[in-house]
């Protein structure tokens, strides 16, 4: 695998929740960091730990969009896909 994947947490400083997190994608061969912000309607802690515990990312972030869904598998942004792949779902 050339790819990892980080998440940071962004808390709201009144209640102390996560309100959302960045996806940090970096490419191990390339060094190539992309990021995305996504609020945590989105993504929440029991995904991450779904990953995290092996599974897909299409199972473990159902709430995502099929694009967001290949950004975090292969850290190409949402512009990057439609120039590949025609315009993505």
């Not at 998440?7 to 960091?33: C, E, I, K, M």
């Not at 159902?62 to 896909?81: R, T």
Request: with cysteine; net charge negative; glycine share 6%.
């Amino acid at each position: 695998m050339f790819i990892k994947l980080f998440f940071t947490p962004h808390y709201s400083p009144t209640t102390g929740q996560p309100w959302g997190y960045t996806a940090l994608v970096v490419n191990l061969l390339t060094d190539r960091r992309t990021q995305q912000f996504f609020f945590a309607d989105q993504i929440t802690q029991a995904c991450i730990a779904a990953w995290q515990d092996g599974q897909l990312i299409q199972s473990a972030f159902p709430n995502l969009e099929k694009w967001e869904q290949e950004f975090l598998i292969s850290g190409l942004p949402y512009d990057e896909q439609e120039k590949i792949f025609g315009q993505p779902n």
